[in-house]
């Protein structure tokens, strides 16, 4: 199955250079380090460190990586690589003294050839579900130490997956150690292998260092003014929640509104349903908001500046299929927590939530208006959910110390 899979891929290199350019135009690719996505890079001179390579495909992937940057970083090097701009664009603002970052190769063999003779990393951590069979591949033959950290696979991907479990499981043979995200993900797996899964807890549970609260407003509150913010939605959820949100700024005078996209470049979108719904807006990054309207956030990266300024927070991609959204971060920084009933990628840790009455769970629109209705109405019951939030997420979530010895085991053999 693997040769047929590199053999396509060779087939497809026109296509895929093709689309390299179109997402160059896009804003998907950084113009002038598209190379390294062909496993060509412009650093001309090789760590003098041991090199620990880590792959983090997305920005929620990298910050969880943060716990092992911080732990790491001295001794090694540390060659990260995502595929994302916005995962790029954070490790550049956040990391650039600790890391050398690169854009991952694609699944291509000469492509991933190069990238591996140059940088020749002693050991690799995997992070998440972002499994390319030829890279993986090329480091089994290798004999490159290699551990795979916060796996998951959602109920859609296995059911695929269970088609041709065999594939699935050759895919992670090259990994000597494999932690599951979460419980759920770990018995999903383990009945797609034969391999011992291991589940220490989630690494997105470990707050990064660089999470810093707000420092300056961009809006001034009056005391009994609430906040809610409808934090990490997706396409079809604005559509959805623009009916709720016009009958509570209706019937409250003292809401604020915030709508805060998982995509922000969809922000536009966003402002679009408001126009529709006779509803007004401004965008997060004009800085100069006007009384009742809803703010929409459209830059990257400043979540946390306002879960600071939230009391309550829906949480999105908890509507449709997507799974639900981390709902520790918010739990963080006290605010009252509400998500939909598609949760599967955080399952478990919104069960603990619940059971410990920190997190309402509604299974309709119509629920979620009357449960906001309710809070709003009765400002103790916001405080005793936050409360309720706030100690469940100064939990201990991971035990990272398993993890580090066994990073520091391998390089040390």
């Not at 401004?282 to 400043?302: A, W």
């Amino acid at each position: 199955m693997i040769y047929l899979y590199q053999i396509l891929g060779f087939i497809l290199i026109p296509y895929i250079k093709f689309n390299v350019l179109r997402r160059i135009k896009n804003g998907k690719e950084i113009k002038t380090r598209y190379k390294e996505r062909f496993g060509i890079t412009k650093q001309s001179i090789k760590p003098t460190k041991k090199v620990i390579w880590i792959h983090a495909a997305s920005l929620g992937e990298f910050k969880s990586a943060d716990c092992l940057i911080n732990s790491l970083h001295e001794k090694y090097s540390l060659l990260i690589t995502t595929t994302t701009v916005s995962a790029a664009n954070y490790a550049s603002k956040h990391y650039n003294n600790k890391i050398i970052h690169q854009f991952a190769p694609l699944d291509i063999t000469f492509w991933v050839k190069k990238f591996l003779d140059f940088w020749k990393p002693s050991l690799i951590i995997w992070i998440e579900s972002d499994l390319w069979p030829t890279t993986l591949n090329i480091i089994k033959r290798r004999k490159i130490k290699a551990i795979l950290v916060n796996l998951r696979i959602s109920p859609k991907s296995f059911n695929k997956w269970k088609i041709y479990p065999s594939f699935y499981s050759q895919s992670i043979e090259c990994f000597s150690e494999i932690f599951a995200q979460s419980r759920e993900d770990q018995n999903r797996i383990k009945l797609l292998t034969k391999r011992n899964i291991k589940f220490i807890g989630n690494l997105k549970l470990v707050m990064p260092n660089t999470l810093k609260k707000i420092t300056q407003h961009n809006f001034n509150l009056d005391p009994n003014t609430i906040t809610i913010m409808f934090s990490s939605t997706h396409n079809n959820e604005e559509a959805q929640l623009m009916p709720i949100i016009k009958s509570l700024l209706r019937d409250f005078d003292n809401l604020r509104v915030i709508i805060a996209p998982r995509h922000p470049e969809r922000a536009e979108i966003i402002m679009s349903l408001c126009t529709k719904s006779q509803l007004l807006s401004n965008f997060e990054s004009e800085k100069n908001p006007t009384n009742n309207s809803i703010m929409i956030i459209n830059s990257f990266d400043i979540l946390s500046n306002y879960f600071t300024k939230s009391d309550i927070v829906f949480i999105g991609g908890s509507l449709i299929s997507a799974g639900g959204h981390n709902p520790i971060e918010p739990a963080t920084h006290n605010c009252a927590i509400i998500t939909g009933p598609k949760i599967f990628n955080w399952q478990n840790i919104f069960d603990d939530m619940i059971g410990c009455k920190a997190c309402l769970k509604i299974q309709t629109i119509h629920e979620l208006k009357i449960q906001v209705i309710n809070l709003l109405n009765n400002k103790k019951k916001i405080e005793v959910l936050k409360n309720n939030a706030y100690n469940f997420a100064q939990k201990q979530f991971v035990d990272t110390n398993v993890l580090k010895r066994i990073i520091n085991n391998h390089m040390n053999l």
